[in-house]
Nanobody, 122 residues
C-alpha cells in the first residue's frame, strides 16, 4: 500500500507560480504511473497530468498544457507539479494519485493523497 502526502499549495496571484510536491511511502513506486487531479468548488474532480514510471512519458489536460509541468524523482519517491502562469480558474484542491494502467489512469488510479489547496487571486 502506498501513502501519498501532498504539499506546496497556497495562495498566489494570477500570473504567479507554485510547485506542488507529492511524497510517497509504503513501498517503492518506481514502476507506477503517477499524476495529479484537481477539484474546484462545485465541480467534479478532473485530470491534470500524468507521468510514466520512468518519467519518459507525460500527458496533460488541454487546460494546463504549456503552463504546468509534471516530473518525478524516483530516488526520493516524490512527484512534482510545477504550475506557472496561474489563472483564477486553476483554483482547486489538487490531489496526487498513482498506480494502475496508464490507459485508464485518467479515470481510475489505484491510490490517492488527501489533497492540497491552491487558490489563485485575480
Amino acid at each position: 500500500q502506498v501513502q501519498l502526502v501532498e504539499s506546496g499549495g497556497g495562495l498566489v496571484q494570477a500570473g504567479g507560480s507554485l510547485r506542488l510536491s507529492c511524497a510517497a511511502s509504503g513501498r517503492t513506486f518506481n514502476n507506477d504511473v503517477m499524476g495529479w487531479f484537481r477539484q474546484a468548488p462545485g465541480k467534479e474532480r478532473e485530470f491534470v497530468a500524468l507521468i510514466s514510471g520512468g518519467g519518459t512519458f507525460r500527458s496533460y489536460a488541454s487546460s494546463v498544457n504549456g503552463r504546468f509541468t509534471i516530473s518525478r524523482d524516483n530516488t526520493k519517491n516524490t512527484v512534482f507539479l510545477q504550475m506557472t502562469s496561474l489563472k483564477a480558474e486553476d483554483t482547486a484542491v489538487y490531489y496526487c494519485a498513482g498506480g494502475g494502467p496508464r490507459s485508464s489512469f485518467r479515470l481510475s488510479p489505484n491510490y490517492w493523497g488527501q489533497g492540497t489547496q491552491v487558490s489563485v487571486s485575480s
